[in-house]
């Protein structure tokens, strides 16, 4: 069965204060490995797609890499307004989207 | 401006009765998803659309029944036969095919009372 899941659950840092989100997956077929931003009460936002082991995209302070069983979001120098659930997706020859349940991320001043 | 749009955002209903919740999307993509979100769990999918006129279950269809009669509208009615509906639901759309990314809609939140 395929699976995301992501870690650490809640991870809460000081302004400035670099660190990595993990999302390890287990789906057959991968055809794509998507990072969103979810602010509480709102649709998620889209950020990255990854489409192969060693990819790596990168948007403001945000960078996304890949391997062949985990994906990392890591953020450089977070501010307030990082703070946000972000969540990860692997998309299967299914033609499905398998999310993982989110890393909640408070960035406090 | 495209985008999604779902109403309402706010939903209450009683033990019993049906509710349909709106999405609309002016993207021209084909695809379109509801999912459900529970705290602590990922998105869950109830039905999806390829084209119009055509739906498949997702992996929580019991208790949810959708139409797609035209390419910018899906909307999802609730039935009775859901045991917990009470959740946040999330539509979204995207080009089919390809791994192409989601555009979500800013939800609708149900409460069953």
């Known amino acids: 069965e395929d699976q995301v899941t992501q870690s650490p659950e809640a991870l809460r840092l000081q302004e400035g204060e670099s660190s990595s989100l993990n999302c390890s997956y287990t789906?057959?077929?991968?055809?794509?490995l998507f990072w969103y931003r979810q602010d509480p009460g709102k649709g998620p936002e889209f950020l990255f797609t990854?489409?192969?082991a060693g990819e790596e995209k990168e948007k403001e302070r945000l960078k996304a890499t890949l391997t062949k069983k985990e994906s990392f979001l890591h953020i450089t120098a977070p501010k307030p307004e990082d703070s946000a659930t972000y969540l990860c997706?692997?998309?299967?020859?299914?033609?499905?989207?398998?999310f993982g349940p989110g890393t909640r991320l408070s960035v406090l001043p | 401006d495209g985008g999604i749009t779902q109403s309402p955002k706010y939903l209450f209903r009683k033990e019993g009765q049906n509710v349909t919740l709106s999405c609309e999307q002016n993207?021209?993509?084909?695809?379109m998803y509801w999912y459900r979100q529970d705290p602590g769990q990922g998105l869950r999918l109830i039905y999806y659309s390829q084209i119009v006129n055509d739906f498949q279950k997702g992996d929580i269809a019991e208790g949810y029944s959708v139409s797609r009669e035209k390419k910018e509208s899906f909307p999802l009615t609730v039935t009775s036969a859901q045991k917990n509906p009470t959740a946040f639901y999330l539509c979204?759309?995207?080009?089919?095919?390809?791994?192409?990314?989601?555009?979500f809609g800013p939800g609708t939140r149900l409460t069953v009372l």
């Open positions: 993207l021209n993509h084909d695809a």
């Open positions: 990854l489409y192969s």
């Open positions: 789906v057959s077929g991968l055809r794509g």
């Open positions: 979204a759309s995207s080009i089919p095919g390809g791994g192409n990314e989601q555009f």
């Open positions: 997706a692997g998309y299967n020859y299914g033609q499905n989207f398998v």
